[in-house]
């Protein structure tokens, strides 16, 4: 998108790093870069943030919602805090942003809302159902809302990936499963031309997922996954 | 594990020659200031880009690999004058894919696009323009250097212009580079006004090199024929068009080298045809005409992971420079070693070196001419021949590149480089290398 010459807000927690993937989007080819440093968790700064993000670009044509956490799930399994702060990030957060957005957008008349889940939404599994229940919580919301303002004319992109190789999984061994994020990114970019609904990244993902959820729940149950 | 050599299970970061095979922890880095790691790892730690050199030079047993790959931000660009400034993961694909439809191309570049330009650096990479432009380090305008102290600061030739020196070519060991900033040269299309000629023997090999009068040249040469057929082989010389044309972004590659070819289907006989074929490919004594920069500079990246081809054993790399002075004879030996030993596959280039001074303290080019193969791993047999090819080029006054071998003992290294030890003073106390514990005497060679 740098290429066509789009202009950026960029909002994360860390100056520094934003810094950089403003440079390199101005090098590619951005007409403007603004960045701005906030925790998405406190959801009270969501709106004047969102106002600032319309007011430095002119008006949105796309938000790209890639936050989250994966949590300890054996922590998240003793102690009901770590648990919420898990939901608060990857799910409340997000819910709070999508409804922002979908009611901008939606006035508007035209936009895209696109939303990294999870293949991890798709069926709860003993070894990470906190962040698989943030997910999927996540994806039934995007679902309804999606229902709602696709009539006005804005798409609700549902990005579920699987493995990939970014700081959130940079602790768990590499297997032939993992994609790099440029490849997510073209699956991404290819799945807002088409206007899609929901895309698996790398497409090989609903494959996958159509199997585990096929498991009849008595099998599942007694399965270490 | 220990000096076998071949751990029981696949290490998480293999060299390009899949030999030796050591294990490691590999830690990602994705932002500039990942580095120092908030958590102590407690070993020694070496910065890896894509495992593109060949032999132990981007290994350390039971150490930590910081791979940079992540850090992939271009960070500024200065259409007028051709500055980029990237961080240091950024791979040479990377920089074609932004610069080419801009009108810029790499100042320097080796065979493959899939290296990084922080490995560029610490390599000191060289191309087919060695004799006009030099290393790649010649192009480098400054880097961010970090050491395991936490210490950060800019090199070039101007600030702290001795780690500048000992960076370029110091094979990672002396910091983590984190951005570099260097110059692309201006072209106006994607294609190279190609010419090859076939050449019979050396001398018919230097003779060309000397009328040469190309940007690129650089030789395919046989190294298996033997009599009549010894060291023939192709002249390819290259110059960017300079009518305007295409300049747009090179496509992915589609073929993908699918599994380890067994042992046995390289061999004297299946080497001998694919070396005749090669020769014949080109009909004619001589060929001119336009080609694509994809294919005059990076033919083997059609095919990813083609170093299966050797099997799962893996290769040995071998690439030396010997003085002008000695060059004929002493090339004449080692082409004559290599062809009596029947283990030379069909990936060999030969090229002259030219003068002009490379910046880095430990950078493999000097004046004369350079030979480049590799050998699929046969044991005791492939190993004395690079040791034997080792000794030929100490006799002549020439020396090896670290960033291709695997081989080398102390005695050769120290005699190759006798500034080692001035080197060894800016090795980051952190850092270490398989490589460097090799060639230092602190770690036996691997049979």
């Known amino acids: ?225 | 594990m220990g000096n076998s050599g071949t751990p029981a299970s696949t290490p998480r970061f293999e060299s390009w020659g899949r030999y030796p095979r050591l294990q490691a922890d590999v830690v990602p880095l994705h932002w500039t200031g990942d580095f120092p790691l908030q958590h102590a790892p407690g070993t020694m730690q070496l910065p890896v880009g894509l495992g593109r050199s060949y032999g132990d030079v981007c290994l350390l047993e039971n150490g930590t690999l910081l791979q940079t790959a992540g850090m992939d931000r271009l960070l500024h660009f200065d259409p007028a004058t051709g500055m980029l400034r990237c961080e240091a993961g950024v791979t040479l694909q990377q920089i074609l894919d932004f610069a080419v439809p801009r009108g810029y191309f790499l100042p320097v570049t080796p065979g493959t696009k899939y290296v990084t330009v922080g490995g560029a650096v610490a390599n000191d990479i060289h191309g087919k323009n060695h004799h006009v432009a030099g290393t790649f380090g010649r192009h480098v305008i400054r880097f961010e250097l970090v050491r395991s102290d936490g210490t950060r600061f800019v090199c070039s030739p101007i600030e702290n212009p001795s780690w500048f020196a000992a960076t370029i070519g110091g094979m990672g060991l002396t910091g983590l580079i984190t951005w570099v900033e260097i110059h692309l040269r201006p072209i106006v299309s994607r294609k190279i006004e190609y010419r090859g000629d076939k050449f019979h023997g050396i001398d018919e090999f230097f003779a060309l090199s000397q009328s040469a009068t190309s940007e690129y040249t650089v030789a395919w040469i046989d190294c298996v024929s033997t009599g009549r057929n010894f060291a023939r082989g192709i002249f390819m010389q290259g110059d960017h068009s300079e009518t305007a044309g295409p300049l747009t972004k090179s496509k992915e590659p589609k073929l993908t080298f699918p599994f380890n070819l067994p042992e046995f289907a390289l061999n004297r006989f299946s080497m001998a045809a694919f070396n005749s074929l090669y020769f014949h490919k080109q009909l004619s004594r001589q060929k001119i005409g336009p080609v694509d920069y994809e294919s005059f500079f990076y033919p083997l990246d059609a095919v990813l992971h083609w170093n299966r081809m050797y099997g799962k054993q893996g290769l040995l790399q071998f690439q030396n420079v010997l003085p002008h002075e000695s060059g004929r004879e002493g090339m004449i030996q080692i082409l004559k070693a290599i062809t009596k030993s029947g283990l030379a596959s069909f990936l060999a280039v030969i090229k002259f070196f030219g003068d002009v001074p490379s910046v880095g303290m430990m950078s493999f080019p000097k004046p004369g001419p350079m030979l480049a193969l590799d050998f699929p791993i046969r044991r005791e047999v492939s190993f004395d021949l690079v040791d034997r090819l080792a000794r030929i080029t100490l006799d002549h006054g020439g020396r090896m590149y670290s960033a291709k071998d695997a081989r080398m003992t102390p005695e050769q290294f120290q005699a190759f480089y006798p500034q080692w030890q001035e080197f060894a003073r800016y090795v980051d106390p952190g850092f270490d290398s398989a490589f460097w514990q090799r060639v230092t005497g602190r770690r036996p060679l691997v049979g």
């Open chain 1, 1 to 225: 998108m740098a290429e066509q010459h789009a202009a950026f807000l960029l909002v994360g927690r860390n100056a520094q790093k934003l810094a950089a993937v403003r440079d390199d989007l101005l090098t590619r080819g951005a007409s403007a870069v603004t960045t701005f440093v906030a925790d998405l968790d406190d959801t009270s700064a969501h709106p004047a943030m969102l106002a600032q993000a319309v007011s430095a670009l002119g008006g949105l044509d796309l938000a790209f919602l890639a936050h989250g956490v994966l949590g300890d799930q054996p922590q998240a399994e003793k102690d009901y805090a770590v648990a919420e702060a898990i939901l608060q990030t990857n799910f409340l957060s997000a819910i709070s942003l999508v409804t922002w957005l979908a009611n901008y957008f939606e006035a508007e008349r035209h936009g895209t809302i696109v939303v990294i889940s999870s293949v991890a939404g798709d069926r709860g599994r003993k070894s990470n159902y906190v962040y698989g229940a943030s997910k999927g919580g996540l994806n039934i919301f995007l679902d309804g809302v999606r229902n709602r303002i696709d009539r006005a004319g804005v798409q609700v992109l549902t990005v579920k990936p699987g493995f990939v190789a970014t700081p959130m999984t940079a602790h768990l061994p590499r297997s032939p499963l993992f994609a790099e994020p440029g490849q997510i990114a073209k699956h991404i970019q290819r799945a807002i031309g088409k206007r899609k609904d929901v895309v698996y990244a790398p497409p090989f993902w609903a494959v996958i997922m159509l199997v585990v959820r096929s498991i009849p729940r008595r099998i599942f149950k007694r399965m270490n996954l």
